[in-house]
């Protein structure tokens, strides 16, 4: 079956440590994003791309780096400059093409992320 | 760019009730307009979209009429269910021809047998 995996369920950081989120995907998509969600805030987008080996910030870059070295995987990195990393992490992508090519996202299943 | 004010929760209804999640938006033009349903623990998943001003979306019993006159988008279901306890959120594209889209801050509803 087509879809988006996302990786681990769940992730624990200590301080000053970078950990990375894994997102693959197998649905031929050109666009994958990276939105954040914090209890009573919403989704916030981190980072997205629109085509392999770019990519462009998002509202809460702050903190995080990723990379699109393939069309399948858009993984991403929470550094140690980010002081609140607990949320959940989601992971979408989409393949429309024309006007509103990113408007119907598949999002995988989230990641939540602890700090220790 | 454009945004979404949605109606905040929790929303707590008995089995076989009627639902109203109120979604109002601003925008450039008139994009589509869009409900999303994430289950506990799950992503997001599409619930209904709309493309233009009068259409309405269904799915699973819920609807939603894109009214540009009142720049609203509300989810409504006549007779919810004990699975429909979720959170819903209502959506658009950032900006005009955008990639990207903006959520509403989500409305959690609970439904009690």
């Known amino acids: 079956d087509g879809g988006i995996t996302q990786s681990p369920k769940y992730l624990f950081r200590k301080e000053g440590q970078n950990v990375t989120l894994s997102c693959e995907q197998n649905?031929?998509?050109?666009?994958m994003y990276w939105y954040r969600q914090d209890p009573g805030q919403g989704l916030r987008l981190i980072y997205y791309?629109?085509?392999?080996?770019?990519?462009q910030k998002g509202d809460i870059a702050e903190g995080y780096s990723v990379s699109r070295e393939k069309k399948e995987s858009f993984p991403l990195t929470v550094t140690s400059a980010q002081k609140n990393p607990t949320a959940f992490y989601l992971c979408?992508?989409?393949?429309?093409?024309?006007?509103?090519?990113?408007?119907?996202?598949?999002f995988g299943s989230g990641t939540q992320l602890s700090v220790l | 760019g454009n945004s979404v004010t949605q109606m905040e929760g929790p929303v707590t209804l008995s089995e076989e009730a009627f639902l109203t999640i109120n979604c109002t938006y601003t925008?450039?033009?008139?994009?589509?307009l869009f409900w999303y349903v994430q289950y506990p623990g799950e992503g997001l998943q599409l619930l209904l979209k709309?493309?233009?001003?009068?259409d309405k979306g269904s799915n699973k019993g819920f609807e939603a009429t894109y009214r540009k006159e009142t720049t609203s988008f509300h989810l409504e279901k006549g007779s919810v269910q004990v699975s429909d306890s979720a959170v819903y959120f209502c959506?658009?594209?950032?900006?005009?021809?955008?990639?990207?889209?903006?959520f509403g801050k989500g409305t959690k509803l609970t439904v009690n047998p």
């Open positions: 925008a450039t033009g008139y994009p589509s």
């Open positions: 979408a992508s989409s393949g429309q093409t024309g006007r509103g090519r990113g408007e119907k996202l598949f």
């Open positions: 791309s629109q085509i392999v080996n770019d990519f």
């Open positions: 709309a493309t233009k001003a009068d």
């Open positions: 649905l031929n998509h050109d666009a």
């Open positions: 959506a658009l594209p950032s900006e005009g021809g955008s990639e990207k889209l903006v």
